[in-house]
């Protein structure tokens, strides 16, 4: 072994040793000459006799180098000096084989970085990685099955008591919180965890100590924080800090501990600044839960992560949990009077990966990125379809060449290395810029999948992203070499060489013809796909969200230091309404409970002849002031909006969705309804108006069951913030409406300002991404299969100018030519097309669930790209078919 | 049998010779054939061809080190130096060959 790598280190300074053995060959002939002229010889004869006793020295030294030549290495190192040689002179085709499989490669490279993060990738520090898992709550609900990674603490409490199957429990949740006080105060991102989940990973604080049982303890844990090493160096400069004090949400919170660098717990892409105790932070939320969150089932908010006990397999774990899930589902009965049936709901566990991405119910931005993924593939597939064309017209006119070199007596193994080294070498430089491309395309493509201000994409600095990429550049450049070699290993010598370029050409050109016909294949089902996300997008721009997002401003407040009693809370609600609405910039305001796609409130509804009102869907609540519909844009379809008589002391009345009208009193009028909310003893609120639906947060879900009340009436919220109809751009706007609010916040509290259309947007990114990427992959595979086609016919033009001569003669036109070549073009697009078309509606089941509103077998969208196609090659064949045109029959006679 | 004949050495023994000579002194190419060829009474006549091409091959196996140095008369040679590797190695190299030897002698040994 140690003489192997002295070998390969001698291999590389081959040179030196050579010239040091010469030297030393020189210094021992100058002693022996010595010594022959020490004997008496005469001076003539000196060098002779020297000469002879020193022996043949080109053969000492062949017997040496031996010992510094490794042959195939030296052959390899003869090939790559050949392949670079091969490049400077056609930098034509270099270029466009490294930008077109860097364009492959990168794609893919980045696409694997993005799907890794989501999915894949094991958190820092996590011991044995293979054994953790995250609960999956499912069970069913109007047929379907409802997955959810929330749950109550209670039945955190259930689970840890009700199984055997695992080693390590812990709870914890993602919370923004406004870390510090005053004008320093931040929103941060806080992990609220039991003191058992430090205990999951292998991590030694960098400072102080993480949680102990006695800091995570019912109904209130101990007020003490540990931050993260980050945090710690940019608020902290790295300084001591423990006994510090802390404002973190309600809690003022002694720090103990920083974690280690890295750290990361169980969010690697937004990960938290700091984290307090699960108990400490549901304790202290001033709220109603604060006291029953522990005893009751009321409040789902947390995630639960477990460690399999060792020898427990997935599906006893599983069951074991869902056991647990049953019992605790009963024992929840009386505080959701709204849970069906155990029969019904088969309420079950799934025990699966920690990071969502990878779960059962996989976000939709996880989804559209395998699909991404795949496409990214068929673009790889494409471009070493094009290139192994490249190469195989090279390979083609080079037949020649090789054969005189196998005639010569050089093994096709040789021939065959050569080939792929020089393909290999390309294949890399290709993958350097792969590599270019994924670093930029990599953030691109997360700044449209991940709104959260993420960690920035190092593909240089991952491991995993490198090793794939360069992984898959080796994989192309074998199997792009490999393919020519394949024609030079067959065919019969004698023919080749006697026959010059004119001969052996019929299987090449099969070969190529079929690469095309792949190439068209897979062009067309990534412009299928494109088709069909762009129109899937132009639907959700298109669908009603009843409301107009573009002029609207998002208030949210945050109280801090200061506990308000019901009637300050109602002042306050006033005053800061009243500032906005003496804004000049603010058309109209509303307070609001919650808003689209940040948050919804719900609750229990009782209508009289409805057996269960939550087994038709989930009803959600908008708790707002008098200007709501107006702010927002919302219409109203019949009867009355809210009113500022709306208020407390008057009789109850709601708004209602038309949706809910529909379902809730089909074949009647809802106006003048009564339905009841939280438990069926409450007075009636009485159905005012109906509105047009909106979208509260699932753009795709087809229930739009929603409903508006007084604010003042239902005392339960006190609200969470405001929405602003501005006069201006809200991007614009927003900060100067911020600071005048920000005048009239007591105390610590402060504002924050979000354009609703921003939120919106955010919402729709998974089909942007879609289309977009869809797009952008589409035209470049049909970009290269253009290319591919171009290149194929001219190169089969110039093999045939003789044959289109000798048509000529014979009395062809100029136009039975054009056909004869164009037909060659538009027959080999024409069988990759309908190809794609049968393979894309193959696909289409799969891509279906990931459209709006658009059907996956749209004959439009399939029409559409095969028109396309026939277009492109049209076009693509046109050049070399006039340039055949032109095809001279003297020339083509004269050769014979 | 004129001693100038040439021996065929069994195989292996070159490089016991050589490892053997330079745990004595660090020497060059030459010294080292020279040294060999007196020391066996001029029996042991090495030749280059098979010298130089066995002092880089225990120079890759790392039992010899090679240094250029200057000799008493001031000319530039690659001096060899023989590694505690390659100092086992003879140990290995004599104790196998006090065997061998032993066990020839008993054949050859008159009946």
Redesign the interface.
């Known amino acids: 072994m140690r003489e192997w790598i002295a070998r390969v280190l001698d291999w590389f300074r081959r040179d030196q040793l050579d010239r040091e053995l010469a030297e030393e060959l020189r210094f021992h002939r100058q002693q022996l000459e010595r010594d022959a002229a020490a004997e008496g010889a005469d001076a003539a004869e000196v060098p002779f006799i020297a000469g002879r006793r020193l022996g043949n020295v080109t053969s000492v030294r062949e017997a040496a180098r031996e010992r510094w030549s490794i042959p195939s290495l030296d052959q390899f190192h003869q090939d790559v000096r050949q392949a670079l040689r091969g490049f400077r002179r056609s930098p034509g085709f270099t270029v466009t084989i490294i930008i077109t499989l860097g364009l492959g490669i990168g794609a893919n490279a980045a696409m694997f970085d993005v799907v890794d993060r989501l999915m894949f990738r094991p958190l820092a520090y996590l011991r044995d990685p293979e054994a953790v898992h995250r609960i999956y709550w499912r069970w069913l609900e109007g047929g379907s099955v409802i997955t959810s990674m929330s749950t109550q603490y209670a039945r955190y409490l259930d689970l840890r008591k009700w199984t055997t199957s695992f080693s390590q429990l812990a709870g914890f949740s993602e919370r923004d919180l406004s870390v510090g006080e005053g004008e320093a105060s931040r929103e941060r991102r806080v992990g609220v965890v039991s003191a058992s989940f430090f205990d999951f990973f292998d991590a030694r604080p960098a400072l102080g100590r993480f949680f102990v049982a006695a800091d995570d303890v019912t109904p209130r844990g101990a007020d003490v924080a540990v931050l993260s090493h980050a945090f710690w160096q940019s608020e902290f400069g790295g300084r001591d800090v423990r006994g510090k004090l802390l404002q973190v949400g309600n809690v003022r919170a002694t720090i103990i501990g920083v974690t280690p660098d890295g750290f990361n717990g169980v969010n690697d892409a937004n990960p938290p600044a700091l984290y307090i105790p699960i108990t400490t932070f549901a304790g202290s939320t001033g709220t109603g839960d604060a006291k029953t969150y522990f005893t009751r089932y009321q409040w789902g908010w947390m995630h639960i992560m477990v460690r399999r006990k060792p020898g427990v397999m997935l599906e006893q774990a599983e069951a074991d949990a869902s056991q647990a899930f049953r019992r605790s589902w009963e024992a929840a009965r009386p505080d959701n009077p709204g849970y069906q049936l155990l029969e019904s709901a088969k309420p079950h566990v799934a025990v699966s990966s920690l990071r969502p991405g990878a779960g059962p119910d996989p976000s939709l931005e996880a989804r559209t990125a395998l699909w991404v993924t795949a496409v990214a593939a068929i673009v790889l597939l494409v471009a070493c379809a094009n290139v192994a064309n490249l190469f195989l017209a090279r390979a083609l006119r080079r037949q020649r060449e090789s054969a005189i070199r196998l005639a010569l007596g050089v093994s096709r193994g040789r021939l065959t290395m050569q080939s792929v080294t020089e393909s290999l070498l390309l294949a890399l430089i290709g993958a350097a810029a792969a590599l270019l491309v994924a670093q930029w395309a990599g953030a691109a493509i997360r700044g449209m999948l991940i709104t959260t201000p993420a960690a920035p994409v190092q593909v240089f600095t991952s491991w995993r992203t490198l090793g794939v990429t360069v992984g898959l550049a080796i994989a192309t450049g074998v199997v792009v070499g490999l393919v020519p070699s394949l024609l030079q290993g067959r065919g019969d010598l004698a023919r080749t060489l006697r026959g010059g370029v004119r001969g052996g050409m019929s299987e090449g050109a099969r070969l190529r013809a079929s690469l095309l016909v792949a190439q068209a294949t897979l062009s067309v089902v990534l412009l299928v796909g494109a088709a069909l996300f762009v129109r899937s997008l132009e639907a959700v721009k298109a669908m009603p969200m009843g409301y107009d997002a573009d002029r609207v401003l998002l208030v949210n407040r945050i109280i801090r230091g200061t506990v308000f009693d019901d009637s300050a809370q109602h002042s306050m609600r006033r005053l800061l309404l009243a500032t906005a609405q003496s804004l000049p910039g603010v058309e109209s305001a509303a307070w609001v409970s919650s808003a689209p796609f940040v948050s919804t409130s719900n609750t229990n509804l009782f209508v009289s002849g409805i057996d269960s009102v939550g087994r038709l869907g989930t009803f959600t609540y908008q708790a707002t002031t008098a200007d709501y519909f107006r702010t927002m844009g919302t219409r109203i379809l019949r009867g009355r909006g809210l009113m500022p008589d709306d208020r407390a002391g008057a009789p109850n009345v709601a708004v209602v969705s038309e949706s809910m009208a529909k379902v809730l009193w089909a074949g009647r009028d809802a106006i003048g309804q009564c339905f009841r909310m939280r438990s069926d003893t409450m007075p009636c609120t009485t159905v005012v108006g109906i509105a047009e639906d909106m979208v509260q947060r699932d753009i795709g879900g087809t229930q739009r069951y929603h409903y508006y009340v007084s604010i003042d009436q239902y005392t339960r919220t006190w609200g969470n913030g405001m929405v602003l109809r501005l006069r201006g751009d809200p991007v614009l706007e927003g900060e100067n409406v911020r600071k005048a609010l920000q005048r009239v916040m007591p105390g610590a509290s402060y504002v924050t300002v979000q354009p609703l259309g921003g939120i919106v947007q955010d919402a729709r990114r998974s089909w942007r991404l879609g289309a977009t990427m869809f797009v952008a992959f589409g035209v470049l595979a049909l970009v290269v299969a253009a290319v591919g086609l171009y290149g194929v016919i001219g190169y089969s033009v110039t093999q045939r100018m003789h044959e289109l001569g000798v048509r000529v003669a014979l009395g062809a036109q100029r136009s039975d030519i054009l056909r004869l070549v164009v037909g060659q073009g538009v027959r080999l697009t024409l069988a990759g097309t309908s190809l794609g078309v049968l393979a894309a509606g193959f696909a289409s089941r799969w891509i279906q669930p990931l459209l709006f509103r658009q059907s996956a077998t749209d004959p439009l969208v399939y029409g559409g790209v095969g028109a396309t196609m026939i277009i492109v090659s049209l076009a693509a064949s046109a050049l070399p078919a006039f340039r055949a045109a032109k095809a001279d029959p003297n020339t083509a006679l004269r050769v014979e | 049998m004129t001693p100038t004949a040439k021996r065929d050495l069994l195989p292996g023994m070159l490089d016991m010779l050589i490892l053997k000579t330079l745990s004595i002194q660090s020497m060059?190419?030459?010294g080292i054939?020279q040294q060999l060829l007196r020391l066996s009474k001029d029996v042991i006549r090495v030749?280059?061809?098979s010298l130089?091409?066995a002092l880089?091959?225990m120079?890759?196996?790392?039992w010899v080190k090679a240094e250029?140095r200057r000799t008493p008369n001031n000319?530039?040679?690659?001096y060899y130096l023989i590694t505690d590797q390659g100092r086992r190695q003879l140990g290995e190299q004599e104790d196998g060959f006090a065997v061998l030897m032993a066990a020839v002698r008993r054949i050859m040994r008159p009946v």
Request: charged fraction near 35%; avoid cysteine.
């Open positions: 060059h190419g030459y054939a030749e280059e061809g130089y091409p880089q091959r120079r890759q196996k790392g250029w000319q530039r040679a690659r």
